[in-house]
T-cell receptor, first 113, second 113 residues
Framework: GNSVTQMEGPVTLSEEAFLTINCTYT??????LFWYVQYPGEGLQLLLK?????DKGSNKGFEATYRKETTSFHLEKGSVQVSDSAVYFC????????????FGKGTLLTVNP | SQTIHQWPATLVQPVGSPLSLECTVE??????LYWYRQAAGRGLQLLFY??????ISSEVPQNLSASRPQDRQFILSSKKLLLSDSGFYLC????????????FGEGSWLTVV
């Protein structure tokens, strides 16, 4: 089956620190990979995605590269802000599965001023 | 542009009462539609998905049901709520022209008392 493993945290950083949230996956087939962000009390927002090996998704200063050889899709940001405090979910979808997302358990990020 | 609307945003219901959560998508046709639940602790569970009018697939046995009476409308229902139905419910959609990306609504907080 399909699965996503991400560091559960919580992760606490100071403003302007470097962020890495690790995500690895297993999939039956060729997955597309996603990072979603959930701010307190809100729904999930698509942060970035990558659909094939070596693709780099990027948005709002966040980046993640689809690494097929290591089955990873780690999320990075060079300088976090207080407003980045949220829960981050790594997810995958495999074509032919009616596009059902498989999620990691989420990583709570808190950025202190 | 496409948008998703979900309501009500918050509701408190007594045990044994009925439930109806509604979701509509605008600006697209024939989307895949999904209901997810997020219980305390952040994990996301797929409850139902639909690839067309009247076509509903259930992922887990439970006290809930879903219906799709129109192309862009998805309804989550229960005849008699249980305490364990409390949680954060998220409607989501995937455009058939970009089938592997799923977008979420703002969510509905349900508390069963």
């Amino acid at each position: 089956g399909n699965s996503v493993t991400q560091m559960e945290g919580p992760v606490t950083l100071s403003e302007e620190a470097f962020l890495t949230i690790n995500c690895t996956y297993t999939a039956t087939g060729y997955p597309s990979l996603f990072w979603y962000v959930q701010y307190p009390g809100e729904g999930l927002q698509l942060l970035l995605k990558a659909t094939k090996a070596d693709d780099k998704g990027s948005n709002k200063g966040f980046e993640a590269t689809y690494r097929k050889e290591t089955t990873s899709f780690h999320l990075e940001k060079g300088s976090v802000q207080v407003s980045d405090s949220a829960v981050y979910f790594c997810a995958l979808v495999v074509g032919g599965s009616n596009y059902k997302l498989t999620f990691g358990k989420g990583t709570l990020l808190t950025v202190n001023p | 542009s496409q948008t998703i609307h979900q309501w009500p945003a918050t509701l408190v219901q007594p045990v044994g009462s009925p439930l109806s959560l509604e979701c509509t998508v605008e600006g697209t046709s024939n989307p895949n539609l999904y209901w997810y639940r997020q219980a305390a602790g952040r994990g996301l569970q797929l409850l139902f998905y639909s690839v067309g009018i009247g076509q509903i697939s259930s992922e887990v046995p439970q006290n809930l049901s879903a219906s799709r009476p129109q192309d862009r409308q998805f309804i989550l229902s229960s005849k008699k709520l249980l305490l364990s139905d409390s949680g954060f419910y998220l409607c989501a959609w995937s455009p058939w022209t970009e089938g592997n990306t799923i977008y979420f609504g703002e969510g509905s907080w349900l508390t069963v008392v």
